[in-house]
Antibody, heavy 118, light 110 residues
């Protein structure tokens, strides 16, 4: 059974940093691109980042470029999101998701809440 | 990277059919057959319902169907059931090797 479990969320002040983790199990982690997606309170889903199987390619939504960095450790079946220079508008539930086929997020975690205070 | 446009809400009675639209541009929806639809119950993980415009993941009811015409994709739910009440989001791959989600549609079963 595919499982994705996020952790690392919490309360941080504006300008601070946080590192999210996503532990994967139930599939060969190194075979899949992975995504980070977020949902701000009362808002819709927003794609944040994608990272290739070997970490050699990464793509980000414009609003986080230069501040967030996705990475992965295939030996540990883990995905990470380093978030720096956090802003109030980064407050959201952050989900990790497995990418399958050409372009679909087919399994998602339950999410971890990041709250950025002013 | 503007969000795809969806109606804020759609409602229907049990047994009826409803359709949710998802409008983008030629750089996303219109340019690729990589539109997905997700069902999201608040507090839970989103669930993939349709991928590659009209394909079903294993275990998803065929009451859900997808289509696309030009820059607009659609999700149809047939035989509406109480458990279909949720938020629905479309998503598309884009020309920038990124993804964009729709604004979301709240489905209410009357």
């Amino acid at each position: 059974e595919v499982q994705l479990v996020e952790s690392g969320g919490g309360l941080v002040q504006s300008g601070g940093s946080l590192r999210l983790s996503c532990a994967a199990s139930g599939f060969t982690f190194s075979n899949n691109w992975m995504s980070w997606v977020r949902q701000a309170p009362g808002k819709g889903l927003e794609w944040v980042a994608n990272i290739k199987q070997d970490g050699s390619e990464k793509y980000y939504v414009d609003s986080v470029k230069g501040r967030f960095t996705a990475s992965r450790d295939n030996a540990k079946n883990s995905l990470y999101l380093q978030m720096n220079s956090l802003r109030v508008e980064d407050t959201a539930v952050y989900y990790c998701a497995r990418v399958s086929g050409a372009a679909r997020q087919d399994y998602w975690g339950q999410g971890t809440l990041v709250t950025v205070s002013s | 990277q503007s969000a795809l446009t969806q109606p804020a809400s759609v409602s229907g009675s049990p047994g009826q059919s409803i359709t949710i639209s998802c409008t983008g541009t030629s750089s996303d929806v219109g340019g690729y057959n990589y539109v997905s639809w997700y069902q999201h119950h608040p507090g839970k993980a989103p669930k993939l319902m349709i991928y590659d415009v009209s394909k079903w993941p294993s275990g998803v009811s065929n009451r859900f169907s997808g289509s696309k015409s030009g820059n607009t994709a659609s999700l149809t739910i047939s035989g509406l059931q109480a458990e279909d009440e949720a938020d629905y989001y479309c998503s598309s791959y884009t020309s920038s090797n990124t993804y964009v989600f729709g604004t979301g549609t709240k489905v209410t079963v009357l």
